[in-house]
């Protein structure tokens, strides 16, 4: 019976296409074994699904990066060049920022002063007053919050010691913790 001929196009319903996506890979990698087998050819295979999983095949006389190397030198061109041209830029700017990073922090702690010009040195004095004040509004802040949690705490104190007393004097009046209430206990007694 001969398969009928469909047609190319995005499958809409998700769990039909994973269900396409990997018998179709699955004969993919058949195919790239079978020529490796067969032709004694050297393949990789790197598949990326809709889900972002990876899927590869290689062939066991070689690894990826050799095909790689392999094009790059059949082709003429060097795929990491321009990559590895943008990561140096970015490595060399972070290493500036680092650089000028350490020398304030250099500087903050009084080191490394002499190479500053007047207004360099009135810039780190505004800085350094500016930081103090925010330091001394914070340490302010979590002053005020101790003292006031402090007080709190005083007055639980208070509130529980005025109701121990309270409860003392009751125990001090009737250690017993009866309470006369000037009712008639003599007919409770004829039980």
């Given at each position: 019976m001969a398969r009928g001929k469909i047609?190319?196009?995005?499958?809409e319903?998700?769990?039909?296409?994973?269900?396409?996506?990997?018998k179709r890979r699955n004969g993919l990698f058949k195919k790239a074994h079978e020529l490796t087998v067969l032709c004694d050819a050297e393949v990789s295979l790197v598949m990326v699904s809709c889900t972002h999983k990876v899927h590869d095949y290689t062939s066991p006389s070689t690894t990826t990066k050799?095909?790689?190397?392999?094009?790059q030198q059949t082709k003429g061109i060097d795929l990491w060049s321009s990559h590895y041209e943008i990561m140096k830029e970015k490595l060399e700017k972070l290493k500036e920022v680092n650089m000028k990073i350490r020398r304030e922090?250099?500087?903050?702690?009084?080191?490394?002063?002499?190479d500053l010009s007047f207004q360099d040195l009135h810039s780190l004095e505004s800085d350094m007053e500016s930081?103090?004040?925010?330091?001394?509004?914070?340490?302010?802040?979590?002053?005020t919050n101790q003292i006031e949690?402090?007080?709190k705490k005083a007055r639980n104190v208070e509130q529980i010691n005025r109701k121990l007393h309270v409860e003392l004097e009751a125990m001090d009046q009737d250690p017993y913790g009866l309470v006369d209430n000037g009712g008639d206990y003599n007919s409770v007694m004829g039980f």
């Open positions: 047609q190319i196009k995005k499958i319903n998700s769990t039909n296409r994973q269900v396409t996506y990997s050799r095909i790689f190397d392999q094009y922090m250099r500087q903050r702690m009084g080191q490394c002063l002499n930081a103090w004040r925010v330091i001394h509004d914070r340490a302010d802040r979590v002053l949690t402090s007080k």
